[in-house]
Each structure stands twice: as structure tokens, then as C-alpha cells.
């Protein structure tokens, strides 16, 4: 899989956590002042094997859940959702959900939006994610608190599952609006 980097940091504003870098960004233009540039292009000089992955997230995971109840799990980029991350990020949420339930809570960075997630038929790779953190770094709205811009949204598994369910619901109804119309 493509990494940038794993590290032990705080990504998240309750908990000390592991953030684990995917390496490849696919946002149309980029952000304007982004804080990952070294992440956006994919190439095989980023390239590690599932195995070794998976054990230097282990051993961070185990060496923090020594001293704290939970921890988080973040994933980043680059964009975690781009084509050619979106299996490895599913593998890696599932595989450490799996192992430590509810001591760990899986975090995803995103640049997407639900409603651009829904409509690219992403909900499949993000099953094991508990909270979000959804929309593009934007400078102008940046802030010191979290998420670092006033734009992006940090959701809960939960309320995101809500919207869903609203956008869901729209598409629905705005096919069958069409229908009616004798659009389609
Ligand atoms: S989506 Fe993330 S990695 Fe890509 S340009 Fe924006 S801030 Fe940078």
C-alpha cells in the first residue's frame, strides 16, 4: 500500500492516537496552502507491504494502549479515499477494529464531502470508521483548534449515518420527481 508516513501524534481532540499518512492526493485543484504537499503524488518509492504495515501500526497501537484506556486511529494524506487507497484504507480500519474494538476509534481525514462520498459510492470502505473529518483544508478559515480549518465538519459515526440516510432519502425522491415529470 502507499504510505507516507506513521507516526505517534495527536490527530484527534481528545485522544493521543496513531496517524498513519497514505501517500497520493486526487483533489482538483489542490489546497491552497496544504500542510501534506509531500504526500500528494503517487509513486512506487512509497510502496510497503501489507504485513509490514499493519506490525508498525501494531506496535505504536500497543505501546500507547499501555498507558491510555483509548486511542485513536487516524488516517490521512494525501486522501485515504482516492482509488488507489481506499482498499487498504477498509483493510487497515477493519483489521485494528477487529483486534481492539472499543479501545481504539478509527478517524478519517477527508477532503470529500458525505454528499460527494454517497455519490461515488463510497460507504462500502468506510464501515469501520467512527468519526470523521470531512471537507478541503481551506487557508482562509484555518484555526488552531481542530479540525484546522472552520469549513471542515468532525462527525460522529452516528450523525454522519443521519445525513446519509437525509441524502439517501433526496436522491430517491428527486429520481422519482424526474420520473413523474417524464424526465427518465
Ligand atoms: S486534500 Fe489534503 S493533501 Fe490534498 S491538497 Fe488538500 S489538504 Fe493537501
Not at 8 to 25: A, I, K, T
Not at 121 to 129: F, R, S, V
Not at 150 to 177: A, C, M, P, Y
Request: aromatic residues 14%.
Amino acid at each position: 500500500m502507499y504510505v507516507n508516513r506513521i507516526g505517534v501524534l495527536r490527530d484527534h481532540p481528545d485522544l493521543y492516537g496513531v496517524s498513519v499518512y497514505f501517500q497520493g492526493c486526487d483533489a482538483q485543484p489542490k489546497c491552497f496552502m496544504c500542510h501534506n504537499p509531500e504526500t500528494w503524488v503517487v509513486d512506487e518509492s512509497f510502496w510497503y507491504e501489507r504485513e509490514d504495515v499493519l506490525k508498525t501500526i501494531d506496535e505504536k497501537l500497543q505501546l500507547l494502549l499501555r498507558s491510555f484506556p483509548k486511542v485513536a486511529l487516524s488516517f490521512l494524506g494525501g486522501e485515504p479515499l482516492a482509488p488507489w487507497n481506499r482498499e487498504d484504507l477498509s483493510f487497515l480500519s477493519g483489521f485494528f477494529k477487529e483486534r481492539y474494538g472499543e479501545r481504539i476509534v478509527t478517524v478519517l481525514f477527508t477532503w470529500r464531502t458525505p454528499k460527494e462520498i454517497v455519490k461515488e459510492n463510497l460507504l462500502e470502505y468506510i464501515q469501520h470508521i467512527d468519526e470523521f473529518v470531512f471537507g478541503r483544508y481551506m487557508h482562509a478559515y484555518r484555526r488552531e483548534g481542530f479540525p484546522s480549518s472552520k469549513n471542515q465538519l468532525h462527525l460522529d459515526r452516528r450523525t454522519f449515518e443521519r445525513i446519509v440516510r437525509i441524502l439517501e432519502r433526496r436522491e430517491q425522491h428527486g429520481s422519482e420527481v424526474l420520473v413523474l415529470k417524464g424526465v427518465r
